[in-house]
C-alpha cells in the first residue's frame, strides 16, 4: 500500500545500517509511508557502491559501520553526486559526532531515539534540501546567530571579514530555521509570507556569503564547536 503526494515521483530512499533487524524495520516503515526504498547495505564499501548503483534522492546513514566509517561513506557518496541528500541516523548525540558528519557532506543528523513520525518527515525534508537537525543541535545553531547578531567585532589577529550584523527580522527568522521549522511554518508563526520569509534567509545567506540553508548550519556548527 503506497500514497503517493500528487504528481511528484516518490523520494527515493537507501538505508545503511550494520544491524539487519534495525535497517530492515527502518526500510519497511520509509516503504509503508509512501517512500520508494531502492536498496540497503550493511558496511561501508558496500554502502558506497550500491549508492553509485540505486542513486538514492536521500540516503539514510549510520556512522558506526564496520570496513568504512560513516563519514567517510558520506563523503565519497557526496563526491561522486552532488545531489544526494545524506541523513544521518546515530545513536551518538555528540556535538564532535555531529560536526564530523556535516563537515563529510550530511544535510541533516537525527538521533535513534526518534519517533518513526519524525524519521519520515526529516527524510522528506532532507530530500527538498532543508536541514534537518537534531534539538539539541538547534540550540547550537541558535547561540551561533545570537552570537553573530550581537557580536560583529572581529577578532583582531585574524584576516577573516569582520561577522555581518543582522537585522532583528533576520535574527528571528534564522532562530525558527535553527529550530528546524520549514519557511511555511516560519511565514505562518511571524504572519508574513512564504517570499518574505525566503527574502531573509536570501539575504542572510548574502551577508555571510554563504550558498544555502544547509552551509548557514554547517558555518554556525563550525564556528559554534570552536568557540566552546
Known amino acids: 500500500m503506497t500514497h503517493s503526494g500528487g504528481d511528484r515521483d516518490p523520494v527515493k530512499v537507501m538505508v545503511v545500517d550494520d544491524h539487519p533487524m534495525w535497517r530492515d524495520a527502518v526500510a519497511r516503515d520509509l516503504a509503508e509511508s509512501g517512500f520508494e526504498v531502492v536498496a540497503t547495505a550493511g558496511d561501508g564499501e558496500q554502502a558506497v557502491r550500491r549508492a553509485r548503483a540505486a542513486a538514492p534522492d536521500v540516503l539514510v546513514l549510520d556512522l558506526n559501520l564496520p570496513g568504512k566509517p ?9 563526491a561522486a553526486d552532488p545531489a544526494l541528500r545524506v541523513l544521518v541516523l546515530s545513536a551518538s548525540g555528540e556535538h564532535a559526532d555531529v560536526l564530523e558528519a556535516v563537515k563529510s557532506g550530511a544535510t541533516g543528523y537525527l538521533l535513534k531515539s526518534a519517533s518513526t513520525e519524525e524519521l519520515q518527515d526529516a527524510v522528506r525534508r532532507t530530500a527538498v534540501g532543508d536541514p534537518v537537525f537534531t534539538p539539541g543541535l538547534a540550540g547550537l545553531v541558535l547561540g551561533e546567530y545570537r552570537r553573530l547578531a550581537s557580536e560583529p567585532a572581529p577578532a583582531p589577529d585574524t584576516d577573516e571579514p569582520k561577522a555581518p ?56 556548527i563550525e564556528r559554534g564547536l570552536d568557540d566552546e
Request: hydrophobic fraction near 40%; glycine fraction near 4%.
Open 70 to 78: 560513516g563519514v567517510q561513506v558520506c563523503k565519497e557518496v557526496v
Open 165 to 220: 550584523r543582522l537585522t532583528d527580522r533576520e535574527t528571528e527568522v534564522l532562530r525558527l530555521v535553527a529550530k528546524g521549522l520549514s519557511y511555511k511554518q516560519i511565514a505562518e508563526r511571524l504572519v508574513i509570507s512564504h517570499r518574505t520569509v525566503q527574502n531573509h534567509v536570501q539575504n542572510t545567506l548574502g551577508k555571510l556569503q554563504l550558498h544555502n540553508r544547509v552551509e548557514l548550519v554547517r558555518y554556525a
